[in-house]
Nanobody, 121 residues
Framework: QVQLVESGGGLVQAGGSLRLSCAASGRIFSINDMGWYRQAPGKQRELVARVTVHSNTNYADSVKGRFTISRDNAKNTVYLQMNSLKPEDTAVYYC???????????????WGQGTQVTVSS
């Protein structure tokens, strides 16, 4: 079993900052790409940012220059530093990781339970 546990969401005023964390645990051989997605009410889930095992990153245009994704491979953890938050950033944020199972040596797509981020104007 593999688990992704997220933390760090909450309520913040526009212009403020939050830092999300997502820790993976369980039967892990290795972790490839990790990322953050978000889903606002009535909208489809969208990519926010992704980071490869070698720390190459890509971002949605809407968050470039404001959000920073990073990872700590020793801790199997991915972070999302969110600065200059806007009301339109309000959504449930989901962690995603492509994890190679320890025994099967096969890559599976795993998701966290989601954490609410609310930005007030």
């Amino acid at each position: 079993q593999v688990q992704l546990v997220e933390s760090g969401g909450g309520l913040v005023q526009a212009g403020g900052s939050l830092r999300l964390s997502c820790a993976a645990s369980g039967r892990i051989f290795s972790i490839n790409d990790m990322g953050w997605y978000r889903q606002a009410p009535g909208k489809q889930r969208e990519l926010v940012a992704r980071v490869t095992v070698h720390s190459n990153t890509n971002y949605a245009d809407s968050v470039k220059g404001r959000f920073t994704i990073s990872r700590d491979n020793a801790k199997n953890t991915v972070y999302l530093q969110m600065n200059s938050l806007k009301p339109e950033d309000t959504a449930v944020y989901y962690c995603n990781a492509k994890i190679v199972d320890y025994e099967l040596r096969y890559e599976y797509d795993h998701w966290g339970q989601g954490t609410q981020v609310t930005v007030s104007s």
